[in-house]
């Protein structure tokens, strides 16, 4: 009975919580970017939202009010107030506000005399954590999740001359959220992601899917949906010009045309990138960017790329700019970090423990480095609430949308260090069903936990395996567990007849501290795991990848440590200051080593 009760109420939430689909490919549209400095109000009481009696005030900062006589109370003014850069956090735009969890304000003027007959929407590509929009004084809607984008239809809103865009950023962390109170991440606040003014034909192409079909590296599948008054019966064209393909399909009732045609294509590999250039046309929209095509599967413990073995050499990341500071948002930041992750030796990134900017997804498909992309589903939440899980899977949902058309992404992730339990089982289980629904050609993993069966053997038997495409798995063998040559000692048993990914592994290290191997917190003690855990890892028979914690250092409030960490994660190959430290070459000749072994 309790199960029946959870499940209705799931579909209850999830309906009232669903989101405007995304318009695919914003950044490829005709518009106006809003990035630069925007006017900001900070507002921890919530003053600009609520009134004394903490109700929801009608003439909140929102209405951007102005004085009309010297007598008139207002008491806020956008126009003379501090001003950050979007996109950007304000954590480390302004010292002041480097701890700082709660609201703040922010508003930007605009101009946009649109074509007649064309719709206008105004897209984020994210914003930390709930947001909420307005225009001209009016409100748009709310968003919750700080890592996926969104965005609001604003035609018939927005005037010629003499806008005003408002918009209130909450990252306070919550109990129900996703992720919740506790996470081992810096919670940078803000529009963290570029802002733009979309323009579309009164019909256009909202969102398309076009990728090899599952199984096939010679048809591709997918759709193509259509939104305004003549989706319906439309014709659609898919063209990809080097591939001389031009094939066009007409739109069902609701405006969904599927896509299917049979072809032969340079496949998208680490080794050969490639990337065609796709076009997507129907009446007077078209919408143009670079797509690869590759097959993704399983077979037994394997893991086929194209039909052949691949051994993912990976490392995880943050979205975090080591040298500038501050959440990691445009393509010097990818290029820098991704940069990095090839001159390791790696084919594979996590991108951990969320959605990294699109920037990211986009320069590996360009340099050839596969993805595994996660939803913050994170240590423990709370199973049981309808909302929560809503929540969870609307940003997976927001995920999948965004990157659908990645080669470079090759596995979803629903969670990530997740106790074992019947409402966590439930809950992630709903997240693989959600996933398998809009993407049946990736495959779905999780970073699970291990446990010990006696002192010196491992087992990989999470429960939720049997719905797993890839076993994900974290351990500290050397820093959290024990000391680096318990390694050593130690055998795997995985239950599941699948493939293995160690998603985490490592220790500490503050960049240039040197001393024994023996002594926490040196370079020689985290190169000394590292060589450790090489040797265990060849150990076992069905390790088809690793992403060792972590490319760089990055800011953590839980790790105070004077003059070690102060207030980061060290567990970096790579300092904040860009410093390679002596695990980073163990890495490296190892992933060399694999190379030459051809995985």
């Known amino acids: 009975m309790k199960v029946g009760v959870f499940c209705v109420l799931l ?17 490829g549209r005709q518009g106006l970017s809003l990035d630069g400095r925007w006017q900001t109000i900070i507002d921890p ?81 994210g914003a930390n954590y709930e947001t909420i929009v307005y225009l001209n004084g009016e409100k748009l809607g709310r968003h919750e999740g700080g890592f996926t984008p969104f965005d609001f239809e604003v035609t018939g809103r927005a005037r010629e001359r003499g806008n005003f865009l408002v918009v209130k950023v909450d990252n306070k962390r919550r109990r129900d959220a996703v992720p919740t109170l506790n996470t081992d991440w810096w919670n940078y606040g803000g529009l963290t992601r570029s802002v733009s003014l979309v323009e579309v034909p009164d019909t256009f192409v909202r969102d398309y899917f076009v990728q090899l079909k599952k ?11 259509l939104d305004g008054p003549a989706a319906a019966n439309q014709a659609v064209t898919v063209e990809i010009p080097e591939a001389k393909i031009k094939e066009t399909f007409k739109t069902d009732a609701e405006g969904l045309a599927q896509v299917s045609f049979k072809t032969r ?51 995880s990341i943050h979205e975090e700019s080591p040298l500038r500071g501050g959440r990691a948002f445009n393509d010097a930041d990818a290029r820098m970090l991704l940069g990095w992750a090839k001159e390791l030796g790696c084919n594979f990134v996590r991108l951990a423990h969320y959605p990294h900017n699109e920037q990211m997804t986009r320069v590996a498909d360009e340099l050839g480095l596969m993805v595994w992309s996660e939803v913050p589903v994170y240590w423990t939440i709370l199973w049981d609430n309808p909302e929560t899980f809503a929540n969870a899977k609307n940003q997976l949902g927001e995920m999948i949308a965004r990157d659908r058309n990645r080669a470079s992404v090759v596995l979803w992730s629903v969670a990530n260090e997740t106790p074992v339990s019947e409402p966590r089982n439930r809950f992630l289980r ?17 970073a699970n936990e291990r446990h010990y069966a006696d002192p010196t053997t491992q087992v990989v038997d999470d429960p939720l395996g049997e719905v797993l495409d890839v076993l994900g798995c974290n351990e500290y063998v050397g820093w959290y567990d024990g000391p680096p040559e318990k390694a050593d000692r130690l055998s795997w048993k995985v239950t599941l007849e699948k493939p293995l990914v160690i998603s985490e ?7 240039g501290r040197h001393g024994d191997k023996s002594e926490r917190w040196t370079e020689e003690y985290q190169r000394d795991i590292y060589e ?18 972590i490319l760089t250092d990055f800011r953590s409030p839980r790790r105070p440590l004077p003059r070690i960490q102060d207030f980061y994660n060290r567990k970096g190959l790579i300092s904040n200051r860009g410093e390679r430290k002596q695990a980073f070459y163990v890495l490296q000749s190892f992933y060399r080593e694999l190379s030459k072994e051809g995985k």
């Open 11 to 27: 579909l209850a939430c999830a309906s009232a919580r669903a989101q405007t689909p995304l318009i695919a490919n914003a950044g």
């Open 45 to 125: 009481y919530e003053n600009g939202f609520y009134d004394y009696r903490y109700q929801e005030s009608p003439n909140g900062y929102f209405k951007n009010a102005k004085p009309k006589t010297p007598a008139d109370l207002v008491e806020y003014d956008f126009d003379d107030s501090p001003q950050m850069y979007v996109p950007g956090d304000w954590n480390s735009q302004d010292e002041r506000l480097l701890f700082y969890e709660g609201t703040v304000w922010y508003e930007k003027s605009f101009d946009y005399p649109k074509r007649p007959g064309a719709r206008l929407f105004v897209h984020f590509g």
């Open 215 to 225: 199984g096939s590296r010679e048809e591709v599948g997918g759709w193509v949906k």
């Open 265 to 315: 294509l340079d496949l998208w590999s680490p080794e050969s990138p490639k990337l065609y250039r796709v076009r997507v046309s129907a009446g007077a929209d078209a919408v143009e960017e670079r797509i690869g095509f590759r097959s993704i599967e399983t077979k037994g413990q394997d893991i086929l790329l194209n039909g052949r073995p691949v051994f993912l050499r990976g490392i």
């Open 430 to 446: 709903g997240l693989v069903e959600h996933a398998r629904a809009l993407d049946p050609t990736r495959l779905l993993t999780a």
């Open 505 to 511: 592994f490592g220790g500490d290290a503050l960049a």
């Open 532 to 549: 450790h855990q090489i040797k265990m890892l060849r150990r076992i028979p069905s390790l088809r990848g690793m992403s060792p914690w």
